[in-house]
């Protein structure tokens, strides 16, 4: 039997994509891909920092140009990655963006903009890597799932919906894939540090408060949580893992 460390450890030949790649919990993912030898596609929409990204992730780091929202594009993607790199053994759907608004304020094109960026782009580009896994009879797919699709949030109408069809997405992938080689998961992070978070909440001390008060571990995780989250699900120390939602969250989903 292996060990956890060997089960985890050297990526060998393994080809991952991470969409979002070029920052944040993506970046976090990608470096713990690259740092175990898994050649790492990162995509995006900004090539500077797709290729700043690169720069720092080093040579098993290589990044595409891609406007998920544009879904016609996304066969075409996948195509170019098959064509240079011959196989997809894991893909990470990390892409996502987020609005604050009153609910009686969000339009019907504000909502459909982050449904498409957030549900519609994932299951297009699952669908194409799929029909790649289906030939190698193996693979594993990781959804980025939020707190939002565990418990309430305002003003995060349009989040909610897609975080929380991301859940069912990954269950129903998971049943009607896994016989078929390939597994499905996904994390749904807790608070994560980032400047960007770090801010916000020192400057709205009841907010935080609120997150701490209900977070058992008292403390935010660091991307390097999520990354090696990740890396776990898509090792084979996780082989008999698939169709769960990982929250990964110092316990706030089930604090009080």
Request: hydrophobic share 40%.
């Amino acid at each position: 039997m292996k060990s956890i460390n060997s089960a985890l450890g050297d990526g060998g030949n393994k080809i991952a994509i991470v969409t979002g790649g070029g920052s944040g919990l993506g970046y976090a993912i990608a470096e713990k891909f690259t740092q175990n030898n898994i050649q790492t596609i990162i995509v995006g929409r900004d090539e500077k920092k797709l290729n700043t990204a690169k720069k720092q992730l080093g040579k098993n780091c290589f990044y595409k140009t891609c406007d998920l929202t544009n879904l016609p594009s996304i066969p075409a993607l996948i195509e170019n990655i098959i064509g240079e790199f011959g196989q997809i053994d894991i893909l990470v759907n990390n892409a996502g963006i987020n609005m604050k608004k009153e609910f009686t304020e969000v339009t019907d094109e504000e909502f459909q903009s982050i449904v498409t960026t957030n549900l519609c782009s994932v299951f297009a580009i699952s669908r194409e890597v799929v029909k790649q896994m289906l030939k190698q009879k193996s693979g594993n797919i990781i959804n980025i799932s939020s707190m939002a699709a565990q418990y309430g949030l305002p003003k995060v109408i349009a989040y909610s919906a897609s975080k929380t069809a991301i859940d069912g997405m990954t269950r129903a992938m998971a049943v009607e894939l896994s016989p078929k080689g390939i597994r499905v998961n996904a994390i749904a992070p807790g608070f994560i540090y980032s400047a960007m978070t770090d801010k916000a909440l020192n400057t709205d001390p009841e907010r935080k408060a609120k997150v701490f008060g209900r977070t058992p571990m008292g403390i935010m995780g660091q991307p390097e949580d999520i990354g090696n989250a990740a890396l776990y699900l898509a090792s084979d120390a996780a082989k008999y893992v698939t169709g769960v939602v990982l929250p990964v969250d110092g316990g706030n989903s089930i604090g009080f």
